[in-house]
């Protein structure tokens, strides 16, 4: 079974492709969303989940989309066209990175997607480039919330610590206004709805051929997370607006 039909049985229970909970979403939306007419783009949007929520907070609210992945697109088309929202979407399928637009946008989304940029501070810049004057940039990463092994670095990423990470972004000329550190119930909820979901469908599906595999990948991931990386792994996310430059 591909990557892409892995993600979408893991996610079927949390759609928010991150450690985020309903209620921390809102709230995060709400900040980069104070007028409830801003234009918004999501770069690496997935299925669309973020800029779906983002429309469903006002009527005036227009968003886009980039990601290089057709079915996610597929899915988000979709969605928004089940909720009611698709004239207020446009998706592109392409690499957010190269990504271009004759107009800004008041939001700039990137969550859970650092990796297609680099890492934080490139997708920062990535977003810089599309952002209207007094806008704002919703981003989302890792950190690491104590001393990680060797193997948990090499399989997530090499994280900064939270101190350091913020540090980092503010030095890079962003200032925080809104932030949210994911609880470790959010982090385990996260990590039960993808490998239980999972496990559930291969459960579910016995009799497909490729239930096998999918079991032994729910497995997989499910030691990895319990016995690598859900001691030190830590999630933050970000409101941000650029900094006045002083010089």
């Known amino acids: 079974m591909n990557r892409e039909e892995i993600s979408r049985i893991a996610h079927a229970d949390h759609p928010i492709k991150a450690p985020l909970g309903d209620d921390s979403v809102r709230a995060l939306l709400a900040k980069g969303l ?23 907070t006002g009527t ?3 968003a886009e989309g980039v990601d290089v992945s ?28 190269k990504f271009t637009s004759p107009q800004p946008f008041d939001l700039v989304l990137s969550v859970g997607a ?8 490139p997708t920062l810049a990535a977003a810089r480039e599309h952002l209207a004057p007094g806008g704002s940039v919703l981003v989302g990463d890792g950190f690491w919330d104590g001393t990680p092994s060797a193997e948990a670095v ?6 900064d610590d939270l101190a350091t990470t913020v540090d980092r972004v503010v030095a890079d000329g962003w200032t925080p206004v809104h932030g949210h550190v994911s609880t470790r119930r ?7 709805a993808c490998w239980g979901g999972l496990a559930g469908w291969a459960l579910d599906h016995g009799d497909d051929p490729q239930a096998p595999e999918v079991l032994a990948t729910a497995g997989t991931r499910r030691t990895e997370w319990l016995h690598t990386y859900r001691d030190t792994f830590g999630f933050l996310t970000l409101v941000l607006r650029r900094t006045p430059d002083r010089s």
């Open 34 to 56: 104070p007028r409830g007419d801003e234009r918004v783009l999501d770069l690496g949007c997935g299925t669309g989940e973020w800029l779906l929520r983002a429309l469903e």
């Open 60 to 62: 005036g609210v227009h």
């Open 70 to 97: 057709p079915e996610a697109l597929a899915e988000a088309d979709e969605a928004a066209t089940r909720r009611g929202l698709r004239q207020r979407l446009v998706l592109h399928d392409q690499d957010a990175a």
């Open 114 to 121: 650092a990796h297609a940029f680099g890492g934080l501070l």
């Open 154 to 159: 090499g399989m997530l990423g090499d994280f």
């Open 186 to 192: 959010e982090l385990d909820d996260y990590e039960w």
